[in-house]
Structure formats: C-alpha cells, structure tokens
C-alpha cells in the first residue's frame, strides 16, 4: 500500500506526466512565473562568470569551488523563491486553481507534481552548478592533505579534505527545501507577492538574523556560536572546508544532518501544505473568509 | 442519474444553502435560477466536490461526492462562475494539459482535443494563444476542457454571463447539443431570458431554498386552479373587457400592449370551457381565446418574494 501510495505520487502522477509531457510553455503555468526560465540562466551568469578565473588558476586557490558554492548558495536564496511563489497563490488569483482542483488528482499529486515541475525548470542550474564545481575541483591540485601538513601551521591535525559532492548535496537539498518553503507560503497565501515576500522574510531570518543574533549571545568559538552559522545553508558550505577538525564544537549539525534535516523539512512543508488545499476554501490560514469570498 | 437531498451549507453559522433537493436523469438540461446571493454557486461547488456539505448528499449514478471524491471528478465537467486560463500557452497545449491529467490514453488525446475542439467550434483557433481568444470563445474553451474525459455530469455557473447574444446563442446551441449527447447538464444563471427555449427542467431558488423544481412544461403551463387567459376582439375590446370585470371568477382581467384582452380564471378546463360558452351566449364578438403562455420570467416573479440574502 505504501509502494501505490508514492508510487501515486510520482510516477503515477497525471500532473507530472501532463508537466512533463507539455511544453516549456505549460511547465510555466504549473509554477506560475512566466519568466522563470529567463530567470534561471540570469542567475547561472555570475557562477558561469566566477568559474572562469576559478577553473584557468588551477592550484592557485585550494577548494575555491567553495567559493562558488557559497555564491550559488546566496543566488539560489533568491532564485528558488522566484521561480515557485506563484504555484497556487498565482493559479488562486488567476482563478484557474477551481479548474485544477476539479480534476481526479489529490492535493498531494498537485503539489510534488508543481514542486518537481518547477525543479524540471531548475534543471539548467542545478546541471551548471554541478559541472561548473566539478570542473574547477577536477582543475586544482589533488594532494589535499599533504598540503595541509606540509603548511605553515603544521601543528593542526591533517584536515580530511572537503567532498565537493558533500557540498552540491548540501546546495540542492537546500534548492529542495526554500522550493518547498516558497510553494509552502504560495498555497496558504491569496497574493503571490505576499507569498514571495514572506519565503524572503523567512530565508533572511535563518540564514541572516538568528546566525548573527545567536552569535552575539554565545559568542565567538565553540557550541552555540558555531552552531549558529551552520544554521544557514552559506555558513553550512564555509564550514565545509574546516568542520572534520578534530578540535571543533561539540554541536555542529555537519553537512550530511544538514541535507538529511533539510529533505525531511522539504517533505514536511510539502504535506503540510497539501492538507490545507482539501477543499479550496476551507483551511486556507492566514486568509479571512471575506477574502475568501 | 444525479440525486441531490437535502444538501445544507452552513457558512460560520449562515445557511448559504438550506436543504436542496432535486433528481435529474442523463439528456436532462437543468435551468438553475435565482438571484445573486440565492446559493447557486454554492450548491454547483458541493456537487463539484470543491466545497464539503455542512449536511446532506448528492450522488452521481449511485457515487456519493463527499465519500468517493475522486471518483466524481471523473465523470464531471465544471465551468466556475468566474476563472482564469494559463494565459501563456496554445489552446491545444492547453487542452493536452487537461487530456493529461485526465488520464485520457497519449494515443487518444489528439482526437480527443479535435472532437472538442470541433464541438465547440474552436477548431481554428487551435494554436492561438489562449490570452488572444475572446471572452466567449474563453468560454468554449474552458468548456473543451470539460469535455475532454467524456463527463456525465456538466456544472455550468453562469456560463453566459458576460457574454454578447451571439456568443450566448452559440452557448445555448452547444448546451443543447450536450444534452442530446446523454449528459446531465446544470446551468446556473440570474437572468431568465437566457436560460428560455432550452432546458427541459428548471428550478427557482432563493435564499437557499429551492422553491419550485420540475419540468419546464409544468411550471409554464397554467397551473391547474388559475387559468391565464388571452382573449382578442373583433373592433374595440371595451365592451368584453367590462362583461369580463362583471364575472365572479375572473381576476385582473386588463388589456395588454397588443390591444388584447388577459384575465385570469380561477377554476378548471371545464370552467375555461363554461366561460367561453358564455361569451359566444352574450354575443360579443369574439375573435380567438387561448391559453396565455407563460413564460420562466413569470414563473420566477409568482414563486420567488424578491427577497434576497
Ligand atoms: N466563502 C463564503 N463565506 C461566507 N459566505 C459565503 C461564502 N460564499 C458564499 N457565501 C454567501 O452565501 C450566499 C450564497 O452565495 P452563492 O452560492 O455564491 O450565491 P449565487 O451563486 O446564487 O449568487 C451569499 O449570501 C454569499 O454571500
Ligand atoms: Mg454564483
């Protein structure tokens, strides 16, 4: 039973199969933002820009694609959001969601049909950021570990090296999570605007404000000092160069709790937001029933 | 066969809709009149599935809405009073779309989309932009998109509102079309005129109660205890009209705009016929003598109070 019940979700999905199957045209409508496309290859400009020196330098600067991923990371706070806000607070003020809704397809199949659709329009930045890193990792030095201890400050344990694949998986398990977020806000939302606005509220709060507020509580160093920058997904990839030393906190979340706990909060929202939309005008909070109407 | 009973929506303690009751067989075309604010979209969207009853069922060839949900959608087509199509893609991208999610077999879709197509006379239009379509050709579109699993049931809030005669005549002929093809078809609407010649079962409600179902020929016809009446002269009608005010059973006998005279007859066939006996007795010259027909207009004015919500 639990094998049909995903199996409804995914491959069994009809508004998957008619994303899929449509054109760019009608993937567009399933998130809702007509210049999402153009607005993904906008946003691969920079990491496309910042890999050319990166790549050509090789062994000048050890581990720079973290440097990309960090840029990656800031970018795809605002990329992400763009591209989903309006998936059902769009089709709710276009007044086309009673027309989806009326079709033999679950609230659940609706939203990880427009959450993957709209990741299917995210596929260029995902595939850049992937090869771009890989690209600059493949281009630079390899001993790793030597270098460390042949370093100046040799007294430090060898650091394990950082895995590039560590880092991707800590950028597109967090592209999954703020996606979740922005469709989250977008179908318990009436305006697309608000429901962008508040994804943005929400991302500058974990990835800006609590760091910096925690961080001026506890200090510098370790325990909830360091806990605080691994909150954000940018801390999480600056960490990624240093974490593995021995020396370090005592919490840290790392990078492999970091993804895991970001997945898992992509599901939740995703299903917290599907039971909301049962029937289109019941439950949807944060909307009063004269707006409703 | 569609079986509403006693459906009831309680909005935070307003009856929206108060206990509505109707049955309706496959070919029947369902004029759902009444004021705005009278519960008409209401009821349409708690048989659609998008709206849960506060009490009462409908059910569809035995399917109950709120239990078997999925079920339903499958074998109904709803058109909302007022919606909005992806504006960013061609009609057939569109209706490929709907066909898709519909679960219509890859194979079958292309027909699919040209019978639709053809039937709501949109065929030209099948790689225009959506947003470039007029507004009732957006209504036939969005119907297309109805049509495109076969559905039993049709839910039609207000299709012609907004809409220019000509496109409203289109609208009626494609509505009548469906029924002959077997659906059951409900159109809601507020203005009676529209909804004339073209359904064969009407309903009035008001503030959420249903006050008169049945056959359009029932309701239009004159009722069994009060006859309406035409009656025409030869020369001036004066001298009938006054015979007419003189007898005790007639009501509000009253010359119209063509110069002819209508009353209103409390009784039976039988007192119709004794009254026209007594006319040719009293010598008046008396040209024809008919039935008025009435209209829905009529119908709705006698039923309903006007009051609304
Ligand atoms: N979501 C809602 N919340 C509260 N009242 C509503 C809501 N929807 C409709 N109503 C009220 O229910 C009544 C019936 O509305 P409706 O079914 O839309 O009427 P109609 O379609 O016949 O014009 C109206 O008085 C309306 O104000
Ligand atoms: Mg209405």
Redesign the interface.
């Known amino acids: 039973m639990v094998g049909s019940k995903w199996s409804k979700l995914f491959r069994g999905n009809p508004i998957l199969a008619a994303g899929a199957g449509g054109s760019t045209r009608v993937k567009r409508s399933m998130t809702g933002t007509k210049s999402s496309s153009l607005l993904v290859w906008l946003a691969c400009a920079p990491i496309i820009i910042l890999s050319i020196p990166l790549i050509n330098a090789a062994g000048m600067a050890r581990q720079s694609w973290v440097v990309l991923l960090m840029l990656a990371a800031v970018v795809q706070q605002f990329l992400v959001p763009a591209v989903f806000y309006s998936a059902v607070a769009g089709e709710r003020e276009r007044g086309s969601w009673d027309l989806l809704r009326v079709a033999p397809v679950t609230t659940h199949q609706v939203l990880v049909g427009k959450l993957l659709i709209g990741l299917r329009v995210l596929l260029p930045w995902i595939i850049i950021n992937a090869v771009v890193v890989l690209l600059c990792v493949l281009s630079q030095d390899n001993q790793r570990v030597s270098y460390y201890s042949s370093y100046s400050y040799s007294s430090l344990p060898p650091y394990e090296s950082p895995s590039p694949f560590l880092g991707l998986g800590i950028l597109f398990s967090n592209t999954l999570a703020v996606a979740a977020l922005t469709i989250f806000f977008s179908s318990r939302m009436k305006r697309p605007f608000s429901a962008l606005m508040s994804t943005y509220v929400i991302l500058i709060l974990i990835n800006v404000i609590v760091p910096l507020m925690a961080s001026i509580v506890a200090g510098p160093g370790p325990g909830l000092g360091r806990l605080s920058i691994q909150i954000g997904v940018v801390g999480q990839l600056m960490e990624l160069q240093s974490y593995r030393s021995p020396e370090y906190s005592p919490i840290f979340i790392g990078g492999e709790l970091f993804m895991v706990l970001s997945v898992l909060a992509a599901v939740l929202l995703a299903g917290w937001a599907a039971t909301t939309l049962d029937f289109a005008d019941r439950n949807v909070k944060f909307i009063t029933k004269k707006e409703a109407k | 066969m569609l079986v509403v009973d006693n459906l009831k929506k309680d909005?935070?303690g307003f009856q929206a809709v108060q206990g509505i009751s109707f049955e309706l067989e496959p070919g029947d075309v369902f004029a759902f009149i009444g004021s705005n604010g009278a519960g008409k979209t209401t009821t349409i969207r708690m048989i659609?599935?998008?709206?849960?009853p506060s009490s009462g069922t409908a059910s569809l060839f035995g399917v109950d809405v709120t239990k078997d949900p999925?079920?339903i959608?499958?074998m109904?087509g709803?058109m909302?009073d007022?919606?909005?199509?992806?504006?960013?893609?061609?009609v057939w991208?569109y209706l490929?779309?709907?066909a898709?999610?519909?679960?219509v077999p890859?194979r079958e879709r292309r027909k699919v989309i040209d019978n639709v197509l053809e039937l709501t006379d949109l065929s030209s239009k099948r790689d225009a932009f959506v947003q470039s379509l007029s507004r009732g050709m957006q209504q036939r579109l969005?119907l297309a998109?109805c049509l495109v699993h076969d559905p039993k049931l049709l839910l039609l809030d207000e299709p012609a509102s907004g809409l220019d005669p000509r496109a409203r005549s289109e609208l009626k002929e494609l509505i009548l079309e469906l029924g002959r093809m077997g659906k059951i078809v409900i159109v809601s609407s507020h203005i009676l005129p529209e909804l004339e010649g073209f359904c064969n079962k009407v309903g009035i409600v008001e503030r959420g109660q249903l006050l008169s179902f049945g056959p359009t020929s029932d309701l239009t016809r004159s009722s069994g205890t009060t006859k309406h009446l035409v009656i025409s002269t030869l020369g001036s009608p004066e001298g009938t009209l006054a015979w007419l005010t003189s007898q005790p059973n007639l009501t509000e006998a009253r010359l119209n705009k063509d110069g002819n005279i209508e009353c209103s007859l409390e009784g039976d066939d039988a007192a119709q016929a004794q009254l026209l006996k007594s006319l040719v007795e009293a010598n008046l010259p008396i040209r024809t003598f008919a039935d008025r027909r009435i209209d829905l207009e009529d119908v709705f004015f006698q039923v309903t109070t006007g009051a609304v919500n």
């Open positions: 909005y935070n659609a599935t998008l709206l849960e999925m079920a959608r499958r109904l709803y909302p007022f919606f909005g199509l992806y504006d960013d893609v061609k991208e490929d779309f709907f898709t999610i519909y679960e890859p969005c998109r």
